[in-house]
């Protein structure tokens, strides 16, 4: 009964998780941003840039699209599946998220 339960309310990803100790975004792939100031701006999990100039840049995550806008905004790093951006950071917002 009570593995029943946790299937249905967060599935297998959210039992694996909780049963090896690990942050369910880690397991799930989910985008994990974090931000330092407002002059940079650090995601992990992303697949690809749509967007970019140095007042908006929209990178796509499995979450949706994430727009950052500012001004002086550039590319400090870029992996597969991490990114950087520096500069003066005015607003983050997610597109077209289905939460």
Not at 7 to 23: C, H, N, W, Y
Not at 34 to 42: A, D, T, V
Not at 80 to 93: H, N, Q
């Amino acid at each position: 009964m009570e593995r029943n339960r946790k299937d249905r309310e967060g599935g297998v990803l959210s039992t694996v998780a909780e049963l090896f100790d690990l942050p369910a975004d880690v397991v799930a792939g989910l985008p994990r941003l974090e931000m330092i100031g407002s002059r940079q701006l650090y995601l992990e999990h992303h697949t690809g840039i749509l967007a970019y100039s140095q007042d908006q840049v929209d990178a796509n995550t499995s979450a949706g699209v994430l727009r950052i806008r500012g001004s002086d905004l550039t590319l400090l790093a870029m992996t597969a599946g991490e990114l950087r951006i520096g500069g003066r950071i005015r607003s983050v917002e997610w597109l077209g998220a289905d939460e």
